[in-house]
């Protein structure tokens, strides 16, 4: 990029903790085609100065040194097509954390401001692909989330595909006569409406049903998948914009609770069960055909239970209310008991739950079931109950509330198996084969469970969370799934009651439609949603290492037969976690690249040996760690002034070139700062911060052969609120460089 | 070792119409034992006698002390979240264990129904007394009288009183040996029974336990007026006797004797005690918890006996001056002496059976734990 | 059906509020979101952390905001509530009062007013634990990035703050303003407000500055709070040694809140963990009805009965009261043991419940159930997202609300 502007700011202290003139005579050298200082730059006057001098200059890029880029957003922002602002944050990283009017600011604003050049002159404006593209919304899953979600993405005006496994629409509650109340009084039972939903869904002209149909395969990319929908009739390939999976889930496989004596005795039956008798309208006991006096509910039938399902299900007391609430209207004189460990009844379900048990026929007991015994007439053993530490009960019929399992498929899992597999047919040697092997005895029980037949390099299906549940951040972004396009919804995306699974389908149906605008625009979806940067690939120094395309956490890249990273760009979520991994520096984004920020780090000056100076490059995410640094600048913390700082999208995008150029430039020492890694990550991108630390780990030998310590590369996890231990990472960091001494690489 | 549970709906059914049905809405929270003051710390109520009620386990309620502990302050009903009314359901569990451990039973059952079996209950007593009198050839009434004696002689009213008290006591003791046993079969008792029947008498007389209730502590005073009213009239029945036949003074007593005395404050308080009562029922439900035929019963027995008693001494006051005729004043008397005969003979069936009950509890419960059970 | 063309009102800018504004404009719609206070964030901003993941809110909002600054279809106006509203073809017209603007968007944030401001106030943020000055920075991310002066509390003539300001973006004589809009549909996501402690003086509540209220013990953990961080009693300003957490304080009972609150084990279990980490020797106890931890909310609670000083006691507590010890005295029967406990505590939490904030929907007639909780009127283009809804945790809120928005553009008909 030629035509740059400079712009400072004397404002918030600028002017007086910092010689602005010789700040000005600094970024001369680099000869700016504008160079201006304005008393406060974010004023309407300020930015007017900057919008005048890109005109009359026709600046393609500006260099803004004043606060931090986080701040003041709206009023710097200018068509990105146009002009691309690149922001030095002198404020927060300078004159708000460092001691006025000294030699060492004064350098760090230097360093900054040059940096800040550099970086700025690489970057390119972007260049979206912008293209009409398929509309239509496939919903994966005819269930309540599904038929919601067909219903929502049909009511946004966008064409439905919904496929249906089996030979019905309505899944479980398909098969139910009652739902639970949705509304005041919250007392009574509501009679089940789904048909009537089912039929209009039937009767909508934008919605395509396929039923006893399954995704035979789904390729390409959002706003342009394929998707081959496998029938009765035959195969059909259809356009699809975007994908709603609501699978939903499955009722635990009673058969794993012999002890709850499920399959010893026919009168042991699961709620579902239980469901279809109700619906039949015939409770019955299996054994004799009569109708049970006593009826016994246990629940958390493994629920709660570390070698069953660790988690809750949250829909089982509901089940369960729902159903005894059903027998007392329709079989007033059948006694019903409930045994539970805790009855979870959120929110206005409390007053159904208070409801139900104000009928004389219910009992309730807080315990857990050590065993149901006998086969015709059972015996319910109870531990711990409030009735007493031993005890047994009489039932004639006993309900297991088994709780559910999701309709998912570990793609990563499954991707791996076939790697494996292919490694012991053709392994190089025994102990490959075997190291192989192990891996297939491990992941066997994979086989077959593919659902979205994905024909992505990273596996068929959605890679799981925690319990096979296919979101990432199920606590900010709960429909954020790691594929691009494709949104779970329903009791597939975490435990949920059938009126929550309905809703989950409206909101996943919205993903999938602003997915499907933004791949139109050319733009990336959450989180850096509306960003129009694309990565380019620069093929033809491609080594076939298949990192990129291994790393990447939303699966952007294929590769062909030889192993090349072929681009999906509109699956891309713009994190450079691939141009972080890839070791030929190939990769690189409009207005981030590796070269980019290498030359940031050519551009920081490098005090000499004797001036007893270090200098250090800290690598922070733009996400956590930097919101911390300024607000630590804004408490006005200081810290050490040998620290260069250079944000990053994602640790991940941390290509270790830039650690070795530092090093062999004889910087004493990098710090990566970023998320929360682990089970409970905090990073957006999911596996970034968790790449980083693996990388690292891979160069601490690299350093020993470098002769250097490798204390002087360290990463650190800080969370977004942790401002107040900025100091003391960067100081304390800092300390350490100093017991070490000089890089010994200095002046070479 | 593991027991059975036997959860019995026709004791559910028979709690729901005797005012209990809101035990089904506990869900056992327990915060009606932590904020009840007369739960022992080691054995707090009502909670685990909620969850009892709403199964239905009626031998674990028949057994268990602290049913008879509750004085329904209704601390526990005032505070309960679910509004299960604890304070009720004990009192509906004792009325029912009062009916279960009478003897006999169908007397009990008899009682236990007064809401619809009231006009027998009064009826028959009344009946009584005037065949017994036109047997007795009394029911001829003379001109004038100045003494009740004159209609219907001492002796005779002894000749009836006597053994039904000896009958009262008689089926109270079956009743109580049944409670003592029942409470017996949950653990074992050490320490004499009289050696603690003398501190909890005065606990009683003091109504101590009720001076920890909160929510309903007028019902202390109106009950403590009650039983000593009881009291009073039963050892002025005694003097009476003494009066009458060792004494040989003449009837009726002049207004200024101090058996007088003694009986007309015992009426008084007695008076006194139903007004607050029946007041405080009627002041707040769900504060003193709601009235079942079972208690009312017993209070308008209370009630008739008090007030046709101080009718039937203005009666004979006025008679004197011929503002009343003899007939009247027959017909009042007869009446009096008939509700008086069915208060006596409801004793162990009625709530009054409650003063047994609760006093062989607190012993039962002194002497199966000999510390004085409050707070820890 | 309301017009599409009209801008989609999203009344409300906490978690809920937030998420539908965005996932709508990101869906192609224009959106006015509106909040009552000066920075968005609502209930989550003021949590130290969430669960069960034990993250701070400040880290999903840092990318919310940012979204809300970068989509051009979005226009949030803070310190605005909706004060009438009637019915236009295809939409509503509402009429929008907005707080005098005291302080600009000049205001770049320096702090110079702040340093020089003469007054101080109860720090709202906070709770009113705590004083600031009358003009300062709401908390450390405020968004908009913006000094909040609270113009009572200025003394009479004082224009400190206006003499020390560079930018003159501080206005004294600033008037409220009101601006009519034309709305298509309208999402009502006004949030919630704590069950007040002062209504359970039984247990302790207003009685003794040792009972506090959960979200207080957000605020004393949280690194931006009175403390700094450290969870003190606020009697003597001491670490805690025995913490108790009475659950359902006001919930689930019929007297006070019938319906259950949803979040309050949750977040109890998580601030177990608070008080843990900061002081491991402490004793800490939770006295619960029943553990409530849907989904997978329930490793938390499996992590926090597996630490060692934590106890879980079923059973409510009955009475709170000052010992002797200058400590608090808790009766309680320990349902499992079946006996009545005297605990004793120096720091007591009530996890009291959530009341739902309608009255600014109020002004738009939203319909609302016995408790307060509003109920959608699809046909007026009308929905209520997340805990103006239905007591609900900020995941399910998000689900809730971009669920609503969905609905909301659907009920206007789609043109993105």
Known sequence: ?748 | MTTALLPSSSFRKALLERGGATAGKCYQCATCSSVCDLAPAAAPFPRRQMLWAQWGLADRLAGDPSVWLCHQCNDCTARCPRDARPGDVLQAVRGLLVEDLAFPRFLGRLVGNAGTTWPLLLGLPILFWIALLAAAGLLSVPQSFHAYEQLVPHWLIYAVYLPVAGYVAAVSWVSGRRLWRALGAGGPRSGSFFGQLMPVATEIATHKRFAKCGTAASRRSGHLALFWGFVGAAVTSGLLIIAIYIQGLPMPLPLAHPYKILGNLSALLLLVGAGILVANRLRDGKRTGVSTAFDSYFAWLVGLVIVSGIVVELARLLAGDGMVSPAVALGLYVAHLGVVLALFLSFPYSKFAHLLYRTLAIVHQRMADRKEPTAA | ?416
């Open chain 1, 1 to 748: 990029m030629e035509r740059l502007g400079v712009f400072l700011c004397a404002g918030c202290g600028l002017g007086d903790a910092l010689d602005l003139g010789a700040l000005e005579s600094v970024t001369q050298e680099s000869k700016p085609a504008h160079l201006s200082r304005h008393p406060c730059l974010c004023s309407p006057e300020g930015v007017e100065s900057i919008r005048q001098a890109a005109e009359q200059g026709n600046l393609e890029g500006a260099l803004l040194g004043a606060c931090s880029h986080r701040v003041k957003q709206q009023e710097f922002r200018f068509d990105p097509a146009k002009l691309v602002v690149e922001r030095v944050s002198l404020r927060e990283q300078v004159v708000w954390s460092h001691p006025a009017q000294q030699e060492d600011t004064q350098q760090l604003a230097e360093d900054l401001l040059k940096m800040g050049l550099t970086k700025l002159a690489k970057a390119k404006p972007a260049a979206p692909i912008t293209d009409t593209l398929a509309p239509a919304v496939l919903v994966v899953g005819g269930g309540q989330a599904g038929l919601e979600a067909a219903a929502a993405a049909a009511g946004l005006g966008h064409p439905v595909l919904l496929v249906e496994k089996s030979g019905s629409l309505g899944g479980h509650l398909g098969r139910t006569r009652d739902r639970l109340p949705q509304g005041p009084s919250y007392e009574e039972l509501e009679p089940n409406r789904l048909a009537d939903r089912i039929a209009e869904i039937q009767a909508h002209p934008a919605i395509r049903i396929f039923t006893s149909a399954r995704v035979r395969a789904l390729r390409g990319q959002p706003g342009r998948f394929q998707a081959e929908i496998e029938t009765l009739k035959g195969v059909e390939s259809v356009e699809v914009g975007a994908v709603v999976q609501a699978t939903g889930a499955r009722p635990y496989d009673a058969r794993r609770l012999p002890h709850l004596g499920y399959g010893a005795s026919p009168n042991v039956v699961t709620s579902e069960e239980l469901e279809t008798m109700l619906f039949a309208g015939s409770l019955r006991r299996p054994t004799d055909g009569k109708l049970p006096e006593r009826v016994v509910f246990v629940q958390c039938a493994g629920s709660r239970d570390p070698n069953h399902l660790p988690y809750c299900s949250a829909d089982c007391c509901g089940v369960t209310l729902r159903q005894m609430a059903a027998i007392h209207r329709d079989y007033p004189r059948v006694e019903t008991v409930t045994v539970y460990r805790d009855m979870r009844t959120p929110g206005q379900l409390e007053r159904f739950y208070a409801a139900v048990q104000s009928h004389a026929a219910s009992l309730f007991t807080r315990g857990e079931v050590e065993a149901v015994e006998g086969n015709g007439h059972l015996t319910v053993r109870l531990r711990d109950s409030l009735l007493g530490p031993s005890l047994s009960l009489d039932a004639d019929l006993v309900v297991l509330a088994v709780g559910m399992v999701p309709n998912s498929a570990d793609g990563e899992a499954i991707r791996a198996l076939r790697d494996a597999r292919r490694r012991v047919e053709k392994a190089e040697s025994e102990t490959q084969r075997q190291e192989a092997q192990k891996l297939v005895d491990q992941l066997g029980h994979h086989q077959g469970t593919e659902i979205l037949n994905l024909e992505y390099r990273q596996g068929p299906d959605l890679p799981l969370l925690r319990y096979g549940f296919p979101d990432s951040h199920f606590i900010c972004f709960p429909y954020e799934t790691r594929r691009t396009g494709i949104y779970a919804a329903g009791a597939l995306r975490a435990p949920m009651e059938a009126g929550q699974a309905a809703e989950d389908g409206w909101g996943a149906a919205l993903k999938a439609v602003q997915c499907i605008n933004a791949a139109a625009r050319g733009e990336a979806v959450h989180p850096r949603a509306g960003d129009p940067e694309l990565p380019d690939f620069f093929l033809q120094r491609c080594t076939q290492c298949k990192r990129c395309t291994e790393e990447c956490p939303f699966g952007t890249l294929n590769e062909d037969e030889k192993g090349t990273p072929q681009l999906n760009a509109l699956r891309c979520r713009r994190c450079g976690i691939c141009m972080g991994a890839c070791p030929e520096r190939i990769i690189s984004f409009p207005a981030y690249s590796v070269d980019a920020v290498a030359s940031m780090i050519r551009a920081m000056s490098v005090p000499e040996e004797f001036e007893e100076k270090p200098r250090i490059l800290a690598l922070m995410c733009e996400n956590d760690a930097l919101p911390a640094l300024d607000a630590a600048a804004e408490k006005r913390r200081q810290w050490n002034p040998w620290v260069r700082v250079v944000p990053v999208r994602c640790l991940g995008s941390v290509n270790l070139v830039w650690i070795a150029d530092s090093l062999s430039r004889g910087l004493d020492g990098v710090i990566l700062i970023g998320c929360k890694r682990g089970d409970d990550n905090q990073c957006h991108y999911v596996r970034g911060s968790e790449l980083a630390h693996t990388r690292l780990g891979n160069i601490q030998e690299t350093l020993t052969r470098l002769a250097l310590e490798p204390e002087r590369v360290k990463i650190v996890e800080l969370a977004h609120d942790e401002s107040e231990r900025i100091p003391e990472i960067l100081d304390g960091f800092a300390a350490t460089l100093e017991d070490l001494g000089p890089s010994p690489l200095k002046g070479f």
């Open chain 3, 1 to 416: 059906m309301s017009d599409p063309s009209l801008p989609l009102l999203v009344v409300g800018a906490g978690i809920s509020g937030i998420t539908a504004a965005l996932e709508a404009a990101e869906a192609g719609r224009p959106v006015v979101l509106l909040e009552k206070e000066a920075f968005v964030g609502g209930r989550v901003i003021k949590s130290h952390h969430y669960f069960p993941k034990l993250c701070p809110p400040s880290c999903g909002m840092e990318i919310n905001t940012r979204r809300l600054e970068r989509n051009p279809r979005v226009r949030v106006i803070t310190q605005a509530e909706v004060v009438a509203s009637r019915p236009i073809p295809g939409g509503r017209e509402v009429t929008v009062r907005q707080a005098p603007a005291y302080v600009n968007d000049r205001c770049t944030a320096c702090g110079a007013c702040s340093s020089v401001c003469p007054a101080k106030v109860d720090d709202s943020f906070n709770l009113e634990m705590g004083q600031v000055p009358a003009i300062r920075l709401a908390h450390a991310n405020a968004w908009p990035h913006r000094y909040l002066l609270d113009r009572p509390a200025c003394p009479p003539e004082c224009r400190a703050c206006v003499e020390a300001c560079p930018h003159q973006a501080i206005d004294l004589a600033a008037r409220p303003t009101e601006e009519t809009l034309q709305v298509g549909a309208t999402v009502v996501a006004t949030g919630w407000r704590p069950y007040p402690i002062a209504k359970l003086p039984e247990l302790g509540g207003g009685r003794h500055p040792d009972v506090i209220a959960n979200v207080q013990l957000e605020r004393l953990a949280a690194p931006g709070g009175p403390t700094g961080g450290k969870i003190l009693r606020p009697s003597n300003g001491q670490p805690p040694r025995r913490v108790a957490f009475v659950q359902c304080a006001g919930s689930r009972d019929v007297n006070h809140l019938p319906y259950c609150s949803a979040v309050c084990c949750l977040a109890s279990l998580k601030q177990a963990l608070y008080v843990h980490e900061q002081y491991p020797e402490a004793e800490i106890a939770i006295y619960y009805i029943d553990r409530r931890a849907p989904g997978r909310n329930e490793d938390l609670l499996t992590r926090v009965a597996a630490v060692q000083s934590v106890r879980l006691v079923k059973g409510k507590v009955g009475r709170v009261e000052p010992s002797a010890d200058g400590a608090l005295l808790l009766t309680v029967e320990d349902v499992e043991s079946g006996r009545r406990l005297e605990a004793s505590a120096d720091l007591v939490v009530l996890a009291t419940g959530m009341v739902p904030n309608l009255d600014h929907g109020s002004a738009l007639d939203v319909k609302r159930d016995a408790d307060g909780f509003g109920r959608d009127s699809v046909e007026l283009g009308l929905l209520v997202a997340g805990v103006a809804r239905r007591p609900e945790d900020v995941a399910s809120s998000v689900r809730d609300a971009t669920g609503a928005a969905a609905r909301a553009l659907a009920a206007a008909g789609r043109r993105a």
